[in-house]
T-cell receptor, first 112, second 113 residues
Framework: ETGVTQSPTHLIKTRGQQVTLRCSSQSGHNTVSWYQQALGQGPQFIFQYYREEENGRGNFPPRFSGLQFPNYSSELNVNALELDDSALYLC???????????FGPGTRLTVL | SQQGEEDPQALSIQEGENATMNCSYKTSINNLQWYRQNSGRGLVHLILIRSNEREKHSGRLRVTLDTSKKSSSLLITASRAADTASYFCATVLVLNNNNDMRFGAGTRLTVKP
């Protein structure tokens, strides 16, 4: 059984650019959630994907979008990057329902 | 807001002492979970307590949940330097298979050797 993996580990972009972050879910998990964690804060829920469809969204603008693929891996896309988008982006996989989530190590995004 | 809020924001204790962290929230939940995070890395699940449970134990961890007060506590007994980390509570409300999990800002625990 493999754990949740994320790529890349670190990324530096400039304002206005676009970024794609990737996540491979733990074997058998069909639900993936994405979180943004600013420095010194708790993770903030961005959205969740279940069976390739968005299944819940937090308070993030439309320039945050995602995809889930048939193998349950997922992408987070952010367009028109802003300085405040600098954060640790975490992905977590789980079974649907109220089970624990398994987190990846995160992608540290810096926007200059 | 469903989001949990931890108290205190930071806690510093000596090795061997107990550490207690509290979490309060505002809405109904299906369960509440505690996670640990080391230095900006991924979160590690510690324990899950369902809304119909009042207390749960896992090794040196003890979690309580009071749904009437909308609060939970995490007790770490006989702390070790390796317990130094940030601890987050997360409230979960399940709607249409959507596992809506909301985190608080966390408690930063420092255990001095």
């Amino acid at each position: 059984e493999t754990g949740v993996t994320q790529s890349p580990t670190h990324l530096i972009k400039t304002r206005g650019q676009q970024v794609t972050l990737r996540c491979s879910s733990q074997s058998g998990h069909n639900t993936v959630s994405w979180y943004q964690q600013a420095l010194g804060q708790g993770p903030q829920f961005i959205f969740q994907y279940y069976r390739e469809e968005e299944n819940g969204r937090g308070n993030f603008p439309p320039r945050f979008s995602g995809l889930q693929f048939p193998n349950y891996s997922s992408e987070l896309n952010v367009n028109a990057l802003e300085l405040d988008d600098s954060a640790l982006y975490l992905c977590a996989s789980s079974f649907p329902g109220d089970n624990e989530q398994f987190f990846g190590p995160g992608t540290r995004l810096t926007v200059l | 807001s469903q989001q949990g809020e931890e108290d205190p924001q930071a806690l510093s204790i000596q090795e061997g002492e107990n550490a207690t962290m509290n979490c309060s929230y505002k809405t109904s939940i299906n369960n509440l979970q505690w996670y640990r995070q080391n230095s900006g890395r991924g979160l590690v699940h510690l324990i899950l307590i369902r809304s119909n449970e009042r207390e749960k134990h896992s090794g040196r961890l003890r979690v309580t949940l009071d749904t009437s007060k909308k609060s939970s506590s995490l007790l770490i007994t006989a702390s070790r330097a390796a317990d130094t980390a940030s601890y987050f509570c997360a409230t979960v409300l399940v709607l249409n298979n959507n596992n809506d999990m909301r985190f608080g800002a966390g408690t930063r625990l420092t255990v001095k050797p």
